[in-house]
């Protein structure tokens, strides 16, 4: 992170970066980092345009799963029988018209 940060391309730039750090654990003088109040959980060091954050496997993963299921959540889609028949309908009708 260190090296990026000193190229000339990272610094004259409007981006926002994100670095992380994947673990599989670590111990209580970075947990201690990590878990300061006003910031995010995970979050160790931040700039002017970037933000270093360390994460376990475990937490990737959990976070991952409960995007995945928010998504899945939101596109749920129940139509009847019903509705199929009529959507099948009126495309037959606008397929004939055409």
Known sequence: ?????KQPDFSHTDTTWHFYLVTSEYDDSVDARI?????AR???QTGE??????????E???????RHQFI???LKV???DTDIEKRI???AQTVMKA
Request: hydrophobic share 40%; glycine share 6%.
């Open 72 to 74: 899945q959540d939101k």
């Open 60 to 66: 990737i993963l959990r976070e991952s799963e409960a």
């Open 42 to 44: 995970g979050i160790a």
């Open 35 to 39: 878990n300061q109040s006003g910031r």
């Open 1 to 5: 992170m260190n090296s990026l940060r």
């Open 78 to 80: 129940e139509v009847s």
């Open 49 to 58: 345009n970037y933000t270093l954050w360390v994460k376990t496997w475990a």
């Open 89 to 91: 309908s009126a495309l």
